[in-house]
């Protein structure tokens, strides 16, 4: 999952794991209304997220940090939507990982400074993509779906 922080928009992806390799099943954009009031946008966070959940029936899932260097402002409404999206998938019964923009660089890239664009390539390259995941934020899900799966993963031993 990935909020942007505007609240205006929740990028979610879903990848499966089958014999060490990830594939793509979807990924896409919920967006809230602009004018709405909080309360609101949060339930309808809530109740995209329990369909989301109901259809594909996950077995885990993961969201990324928060992280703000400069709109410090924009920390409060991005909070309470990632308690939501807590909510949603607790109720689930699901277990929800929570990963660093950092970690998730690291994880799909091999480095913790990579470029938005040079995430987006990985991840259309490792789910075997025609072309890099739109929008953006759906392709950040994807990327931190692909962090989980490499942490929850262990490391082949010779």
Not at 76 to 90: C, M, S, Y
Not at 105 to 121: D, L, N
Request: aromatic content about 6%; overall charge neutral; glycine content about 10%.
């Amino acid at each position: 999952m990935g909020v942007d922080p505007g609240l205006a928009a929740l990028g979610w992806g879903l990848v499966e794991a089958r014999g060490g390799r990830l594939r793509h099943l979807a990924h896409g954009r919920f967006a809230t209304k602009a004018g709405e009031p909080m309360e609101e946008r949060l339930l309808a966070i809530y109740g995209f997220l329990e369909e989301l959940i109901a259809e594909w029936k996950p077995g885990a899932a993961a969201m990324e940090g928060l992280f703000f260097s400069r709109n410090v402002t924009s920390a409060l409404p991005v909070a309470e939507a990632k308690g939501v999206i807590r909510l949603a998938f607790v109720r689930s019964g699901l277990a929800l990982a929570e990963y660093s923009p950092t970690a998730v660089k690291q994880a799909v890239v091999g480095t913790a400074r990579a470029e938005k664009e040079q995430v987006q390539e990985m991840v259309r390259l490792l789910l075997g993509l025609a072309e890099a995941p739109k929008p953006d934020h759906a392709a950040d899900a994807l990327a931190v779906a692909i962090c989980r799966w490499h942490h929850e993963t262990p490391l082949l031993k010779k």
